[in-house]
Every structure is written in C-alpha cells, then in structure tokens.
C-alpha cells in the first residue's frame, strides 16, 4: 500500500469514527449526567483557540511552514478566516446549541443532510437540475429528517432548526474549501487561522452573553473537562483532516463521513450518555445516510468539471 494510500485511510477513520464520537463529546462537555457543564460559547471558542495556537505552532516546525507564513497574503488570511467562519465558527455554534436539546444521534442525523444541502447548492449556481437519482437521493434524506423531526427523540423545534442550521453551515464551507484557490498551500497554517479566528469570535460572543460571570469552576464535573480535551485534540486534527480529503481526493469520500457519524454518535450516546437507542433513529440515520450518498454522483460530477488546475490551486505538501 502507498504511503498516499495510507495517508487517505487514517484521514478517513478520522472523519469516519473519531468525528462520530464528537456529538456524544459535546452533549459532554455542555450536559454531564448529574455535573455542571461547561458554558457552551466559551467551551467551544475555547478548544477552537486552543487547537488553532497549537496547530499554528507545530506549523513553524517545518520549513514549508515558516515560509508559508512568511509568504502569507492577506487573501490568503481571508480565504482560510472565511473557511474556519462556516466549518468552525458557524457549525461548531450552532451544534453546541443542538447538543444541548437533542440526543447524540439525532444531532448527528441532522448533520448528515449536509451532502443534501451541497447539492443544492450546486444545482443553484450551475442552474441546473438534479438528475433523477440526486432527487430521489434529496427526497429519501429529508424523509428521514422529517422522521426525525415528527418523532419523540427530537421534540425540540430550536435543536432541530439548529442542527440543520449546522448542517448548511457545513456544506457551504466544505464547497468554499474544496472551489477556493487562495486557502494556504499548509494545511496548518490554514486550519491554525481558521480555528483561532474562530475561536476568538466564539469566546468574544461568550464574553457579551457574560457566560464567564456564571461559571462555576469548582463545580465543574471532570467528564466535562475530560471531553473538552477531548474535543480540543480532535479540533488539532479534524479540520486540517478534513480539508485534506476535500483538497486531494473525490469530495465523495471526504463528504462520506455523513453515512457514517451518525450511527456512531448514537451507539456511543446510548453507552457514554445513557441515550435512546431506538429502531427509528436508527431507520431515520439510515434514510439520510443513503439519501446523501444518492446525491454524491452530482457533487462529483461537477467537481471534475474543474480539469484545469489552477495556478495558485493548493497542493498536497510532500513530506520529507
């Protein structure tokens, strides 16, 4: 096996297994069972802020780092800022307020009509209409939102609208990413910018909500803080993973995770959280899940359209 080929697999466990666990992480983080919480803008501006720091630091160690920082345009700065608003500010926002209404799985479920959305978003700027298999594949994913929605396991209309939310967030992004040429040639360097922008937008929302004046620091329980170490190394890797797949493979296997995520936030909330495990949010995670992967032939269809690379287009960074 190749050492791209490796490279590919451990990128895709990452996004495939790790990711999933995040959802049940987060209802962590925010809602232990019978423990106080984390403030949800503070916790997550916070692990983004330290991730982002920590991932702009190991960049400095390599040479093709430093001269990627050196060599940083204010473009460049903007186009990786832009990326990190939708997939960290926005999305991680928005699903910390989700978590904190809906179980595991159902925020995850929800996450995963993100592929749906993409597509949308395809067929409006290239006014053109899906192809019989995208509808079909549109349809069975938002069947199994609807599913979703009109069921007991996620009665809370704010959550729901919230996770969607987090859900168009995401696919604009993970379009912006994959179509933009001036994100930085160093996957640190890009999500480092992205986290910390992120991060201080997070923290400084926190600060106007004066969620740091009701903080209860002794009172906070360890599996709180154990999860936002958790999610604070997951942040180190999961974005620069992610942007990697998006910039260097099909965006249908970068995109894929959504089958999987949800399946394993619901098995890991229903052991770590005590969640429902149910036969419908299992069918719903299900028809999304399928729903999605129907609709990636458009999304990788039009990406190959783009055969002429261009001349400032990202390139995967050799190593030494």
Same mark, same amino acid.
């Given at each position: ?93 928005? =699903? #910390? @307020? ?5 179980? !595991? $799985? ?5 996450? *995963?009509? +993100? ?73 640190? =360097? #890009? @999500? ?5 922008? !992120? $991060? ?5 929302? *926190?600060? +106007? ?74 069918? #719903? ?36």
């Amino acid at each position: 096996m190749s050492k791209h080929a490796i490279r590919t697999l451990l990128a895709c466990l990452v996004v495939y297994v790790v990711w999933g666990t995040t959802y049940p992480a987060i209802g962590l983080m925010l809602t232990p069972p019978g423990g106080q919480g984390l403030p949800p803008f503070l916790a997550t501006g916070g692990r983004l802020l330290a991730a982002g720091v920590s991932l702009l630091l190991i960049s400095q160690l390599s040479a093709r780092g430093r001269a990627t920082t050196r060599q940083l345009t204010r473009r460049q700065f903007s186009a990786a800022a832009t990326t990190g608003f939708f997939l960290c500010f926005c999305t991680a926002a928005l =699903v #910390a @307020g989700a978590a904190q209404r809906l179980p !595991s $799985g159902a925020v995850a479920s929800y996450l *995963a009509t +993100a592929p749906i959305w993409a597509t949308i978003l395809l067929s409006a700027t290239s006014r053109s209409l899906p192809s019989l298999r995208v509808s079909i594949g549109l349809a069975l994913g938002l069947t199994g939102v609807v599913t979703l929605s009109g069921s007991a396991i996620a009665p809370d209309t704010t959550g729901v609208l919230l996770a969607l939310a987090a859900a168009g967030t995401w696919a604009f992004g993970s379009w912006f990413t994959s179509y933009s040429g001036h994100i930085p040639h160093h996957y640190g =360097v #890009a @999500g480092g910018i992205g986290q910390v922008t !992120s $991060g201080i937008g997070l923290i400084a929302v *926190a600060l +106007a909500r004066s969620e740091h004046v009701d903080l209860p620091v002794p009172d906070v329980s360890n599996a709180s803080l154990i999860a936002f170490v958790y999610l604070t190394i997951v942040s180190l890797t999961g974005l620069t993973t992610y942007s990697w797949l998006l910039r260097n493979r099909d965006p249908l296997i970068a995109t894929s995770h959504a089958f999987i995520n949800p399946l394993v936030a619901a098995c890991v909330g229903a052991v770590a959280l005590s969640e429902g495990l149910s036969l419908q949010l299992l069918l #719903a995670a299900a028809m999304v899940g399928f729903g999605a992967f129907l609709t990636m032939p458009m999304t990788r269809r039009r990406q190959r359209k783009r055969t002429t690379p261009r001349r400032d287009a990202p390139t995967l960074e050799r190593s030494s």
